[in-house]
């Protein structure tokens, strides 16, 4: 299907005679036609990364929106704008397919299209704008069916995902005969939280090698367990009163909604293509539209990611996707692990992503409180560095003499003692449990 795509879009160019790019709706290259002549200038910026890095920035798109592609029936022409990288001007072709934009072809024009009418207003349009927009109808048809196609792998990846275990054995030969001979490879599933579920159920899949089915959940989805709810804390339950095994509500609501993607990998410790994945949907504007450095704050973290264990057996995919959760818990609760974390590199909190959700501990309640946060901070730094106290205070940027003045303070406030290595692990789980 790619071809078909890139046969389009050289067919446009070729009517046109002008350099032709496509792009999904959300930005994402799909294929573009290659340029002649000596005019370094016909590969401007903003061409160059989207062909370079396979996506136009925000601000880009922004700036492109404003003109009113999303809602344009026929051709717009859109002026130059050196100050934002656009050295040449563009004429736009929306991709449509009964009603419903799906992309976008560009054309760079370098001033031998500054005559063509694109039609509107009364002026019928070139006849090469009508042969072009024909091509476009064309690719827009061919994303519609991609969309199809994987609106329903996402059903069944879906449907997979909540079934109970003794639903699963269904579940997985329905999805198995979806995917056909993919799923004869090593697949991943990548958890992306938090997730703007309406759009998503409604967006095509972006275009990114191995993504073979995407589906939103919301908090609280999983696949329920047939197991007696804990003695304390609030189980998630059921109308048929069973006790679903994933996330708690508590601690749900904090991560979901969130997507499940579905990534076919090359080999079981091949993970550059599923971290490829993760970063762009990060990117998307359903997951806040940026992606964040590793080590940023995680309050101005706007998603994160986790991958799963790859498997073989599409029956393990819900186990897949409750590691893939966990981790992206993790990689919003701990900065250093994310944006983009694998279960096998979460340590401690893939036990603590499966604890019930539960009150703190009463003697690091008052620890909690918003008043005392350095204080639970230098608490934390401490026990994350072995109770050392010189790497404690070289960490948080203090003298030994003040770490050792807040850690009184926090023995006062909790009742703890420091020195002890059960209060000590108390300690350090209440921290890391609230942090989740």
């Known amino acids: 299907m790619r071809g078909d795509y890139q046969q389009l879009v050289d067919e446009i160019s070729a009517a046109l ?95 031998h299209l500054t005559d063509l009418e694109l039609g509107g207003g009364g002026a019928p349009p070139d006849p090469r704008i009508e042969q072009a927009m024909e091509s476009a109808s064309g690719i827009g048809a061919l994303l519609a069916a991609e969309a199809r196609a994987g609106a329903e792998l996402g059903d069944l990846l879906r449907a997979l995902l909540v079934s109970r275990p003794t639903e699963r054995t269904a579940a997985a030969a329905a999805l198995r005969d979806g995917l056909r001979s993919a799923a004869d490879a090593p697949l991943l599933v990548v958890a992306v939280t938090p997730w703007d579920v309406p759009e998503a159920d409604h967006a095509p899949l972006p275009n990114l090698p191995g993504l073979l089915a995407a ?11 047939e197991v007696p709810a804990p003695a304390s804390g609030t189980p998630s339950s059921t109308p048929g009163g069973r006790r679903s095994a994933t996330v708690p509500p508590s601690r749900a609501a904090a991560d979901a ?59 393990g995919l819900p186990t897949a996707w409750h590691e893939a959760l966990a981790a992206a818990r993790a990689a919003r609760a701990e900065p250093r692990l994310g944006p983009v974390a694998e279960w096998d590199a979460i340590g401690a909190y893939r036990l603590l992503t499966g604890l019930p959700s539960v009150e703190p501990d009463p003697p690091v309640r008052p620890l909690l409180t918003p008043a005392h946060t350095e ?3 230098t608490a934390e730094v401490f026990l994350d560095c072995a109770g050392q106290a010189g790497r404690a205070a070289q960490a948080l940027g203090i003298h030994r003499q003040t770490l050792y003045y807040r850690l009184g303070r926090v023995e006062k406030l909790t009742g703890l003692d420091l020195d002890e290595g059960g209060d000590r692990l108390l300690l350090h789980m209440a921290l890391k449990t609230a942090r989740l």
């Open 257 to 315: 909604p969130s997507l499940a993607a579905l990534v076919r990998l090359r080999s079981p410790s091949a993970l550059a293509a599923a971290h490829t994945v993760a970063e762009h949907l990060l990117r998307s504007p359903r997951a806040g539209g940026s992606l964040a450095p590793a080590g940023a704050d995680v309050r101005t973290l706007p998603g994160a990611a986790g991958l799963g264990t790859p498997v073989r057996d599409l029956a």
């Open 375 to 377: 204080l639970a901070r």
């Open 17 to 111: 005679g002008a350099p032709a790019t496509l792009e999904d709706r959300d930005f994402g290259l799909i294929a573009f036609g290659a340029h002649e002549g000596d005019d370094d200038l016909v590969m401007d910026p903003v061409r160059t990364r989207s062909i370079l890095q396979r996506r136009s920035t925000a601000a880009v798109r922004a700036w492109f929106e404003a003109f009113g592609i999303a809602r344009a029936k026929t051709a717009l022409r859109i002026p130059p704008d050196p100050a934002a990288g656009v050295f040449k001007g563009r004429i736009c072709l929306p991709v449509r397919h009964r009603g419903i934009v799906h992309g976008y072809v560009w054309l760079l024009d370098d001033g």
């Open 215 to 225: 589906c939103a959940l919301p908090a609280g989805s999983g696949a329920a367990e």
